[in-house]
T-cell receptor, first 115, second 111 residues
C-alpha cells in the first residue's frame, strides 16, 4: 500500500464549516496528489505537490487549498464546505523523483459528506 | 489539457469470456498509460501500465495495447473470473507528472 494513510476515513460536516483532510506517507516520496471521486467522473485531480511547500492546482481546485510543510504530510482544506464537495477523496503518491513513467499509488480514501 | 474518454461505461460478460475496455486520449505528448482496478469501497489499484515506446504489454490474463497514431489504448482481460468484477479506470500522463483519468468501466463477470 506504499505506506499511505489518510485521516479521517469518514467525516460528516455541515455546509459552511472548514474541513481538513490529512494524507501521510512513510516512504519519503516527492510527489503527492489529492483527487476526488464522483460517480461518472472517474478521478479528478484537485491539487498536487512536488516537494515541501511546492504545490500546484489541478483540474478541480476551486474551493480547495493545500499545504505541505513536511515531506510526509499533505493536507487538503475545504475553507467553507459545500454540498457539492460531498465526495470520496483519495490521496496518491508518485514513485520516483522525476521523469515520465512514475507510477501512482493511492491511499485508502476519505468519505466526506457535507449536509 | 489532456482529455481521456473511456468506453463502455458498463460491461457484462460470462465467466471465461474475454473483456475489452477502450480509451482515447487527446494530447499526443502523453507517454504513459496506466490501468487501475477498483473494487467496491476500496482504493484504485494499479494493475498494468504501458509506455509510449511499446505497442503491447501482457501480464498473465491481462494485456494492454497502445496505438499512438490513433491515440487510443485498450485493456484486454482473457478467461474472465468473478473476481475480475470491479470498476476499471484508464489514465494518461499529461503535463508534468499528472494523470488524467477516464470515467471508468464497471465490469460484471457472471458465473
Amino acid at each position: 500500500d506504499a505506506g499511505i494513510t489518510q485521516s479521517p476515513r469518514h467525516k460528516v460536516t455541515e455546509t459552511g464549516t472548514p474541513v481538513t483532510l490529512r494524507c501521510h506517507q512513510t516512504e519519503n516520496h516527492r510527489y503527492m496528489y489529492w483527487y476526488r471521486q464522483d460517480p461518472g467522473h472517474g478521478l479528478r485531480l484537485i491539487h498536487y505537490s512536488y516537494g515541501v511547500k511546492d504545490t500546484d492546482k489541478g483540474e478541480v481546485s476551486d474551493g480547495y487549498s493545500v499545504s505541505r510543510s513536511k515531506t510526509e504530510d499533505f493536507l487538503l482544506t475545504l475553507e467553507s464546505a459545500t454540498s457539492s464537495q460531498t465526495s470520496v477523496y483519495f490521496c496518491a503518491i508518485s514513485v520516483g523523483t522525476s521523469g515520465s513513467y512514475n507510477e501512482q499509488f493511492f491511499g485508502p480514501g476519505t468519505r466526506l459528506t457535507v449536509l | 489539457g489532456e482529455n481521456v474518454e473511456q468506453h463502455p461505461s458498463t460491461l457484462s460478460v460470462q465467466e471465461g469470456d474475454s473483456a475489452v475496455i477502450k480509451c482515447t486520449y487527446s494530447d499526443s505528448a502523453s507517454n504513459y498509460f496506466p490501468w487501475y482496478k477498483q473494487e467496491l469501497g476500496k482504493r484504485p489499484q494499479l494493475i498494468i501500465d504501458i509506455r509510449s515506446n511499446v505497442g503491447e504489454k501482457k501480464d498473465q490474463r491481462i494485456a494492454v495495447t497502445l496505438n499512438k497514431t490513433a491515440k487510443h489504448f485498450s485493456l484486454h482481460i482473457t478467461e474472465t473470473q468473478p473476481e475480475d468484477s470491479a470498476v476499471y479506470f484508464c489514465a494518461a500522463k499529461a503535463a508534468g507528472n499528472m494523470l488524467t483519468f477516464g470515467g471508468g468501466t464497471r465490469l460484471m463477470v457472471k458465473p
